[in-house]
T-cell receptor
Framework: GDSVTQMEGPVTLSEEAFLTINCTYT??????LFWYVQYPGEGLQLLLK?????DKGSNKGFEATYRKETTSFHLEKGSVQVSDSAVYFC??????????FGQGTRLTINP | GAVVSQHPSRVICKSGTSVKIECRSL??????MFWYRQFPKQSLMLMAT?????????EQGVEKDKFLINHASLTLSTLTVTSAHPEDSSFYIC???????????FGQGTRLTVV
């Protein structure tokens, strides 16, 4: 079945460090791929998305490229801030607008 | 995008009681809403699809008699956890689909603790 595997956390970095959170997927078709972020006490917010191979999603300094050949959608940011501390979810949407999520990665940025 | 409000954000209940969670789409009419559940340190898993004016569609392994879903209007879906037990303690979150297969908007989630 369809599935998403995310880099296990928690991840702790210092401010201005480079961030990578790995995400790979398994799907029978051609899914759309997403990164969602959940700040403490809040719901999930869409961070970025890509709907076809080689698309790059970007938002707030975060980027992820849809790599069909490696079935990956790794999240990157060049210089993280304390305010980026949150839980990040990789997800795919294949049909009927149902999302399949990875397990989430808790990111903590220390000043 | 759509604004989705979920209530309550946290609830503690005793074993054997029922708990109702509301999901409201504040600025968008939704014929379909989705309910997800997240156990500690695990992924969000789709529980069911809530359909306005008709029965909900449940994912495999989800007990429909335990998790009652009512989608009475285009802006409100409710999830009732009946006869709750400690193993039902989880994070429940609803979502409203956006345009096409490229968007979904989420509520704040409900942390349910059954004692």
């Amino acid at each position: 079945g369809d599935s998403v595997t995310q880099m296990e956390g928690p991840v702790t970095l210092s401010e201005e460090a480079f961030l990578t959170i790995n995400c790979t997927y398994t799907a029978t078709g051609y899914p759309s791929l997403f990164w969602y972020v959940q700040y403490p006490g809040e719901g999930l917010q869409l961070l970025l998305k890509a709907t076809k191979a080689d698309d790059k999603g970007s938002n707030k300094g975060f980027e992820a490229t849809y790599r069909k050949e490696t079935t990956s959608f790794h999240l990157e940011k060049g210089s993280v801030q304390v305010s980026d501390s949150a839980v990040y979810f990789c997800a795919l949407m294949l049909r009927a607008q149902k999302l399949v999520f990875g397990q989430g990665t808790r990111l903590t940025i220390n000043p | 995008g759509a604004v989705v409000s979920q209530h309550p954000s946290r609830v503690i209940c005793k074993s054997g009681t029922s708990v109702k969670i509301e999901c409201r789409s504040l600025d968008f009419q939704a014929t379909t809403m989705f309910w997800y559940r997240q156990f500690p340190k695990q992924s969000l898993m789709l529980m069911a699809t809530s359909n306005e004016g008709s029965k909900a569609t449940y994912e495999q392994g989800v007990e429909k008699d335990k998790f009652l879903i009512n989608h009475a209007s285009l802006t409100l879906s409710t999830l009732t956890v009946t006869s709750a037990h400690p193993e039902d303690s989880s994070f429940y979150i609803c979502s409203v689909p956006g345009q096409g297969d490229t968007e979904a908007f989420f509520g704040q989630g409900t942390r349910l603790t059954v004692v």
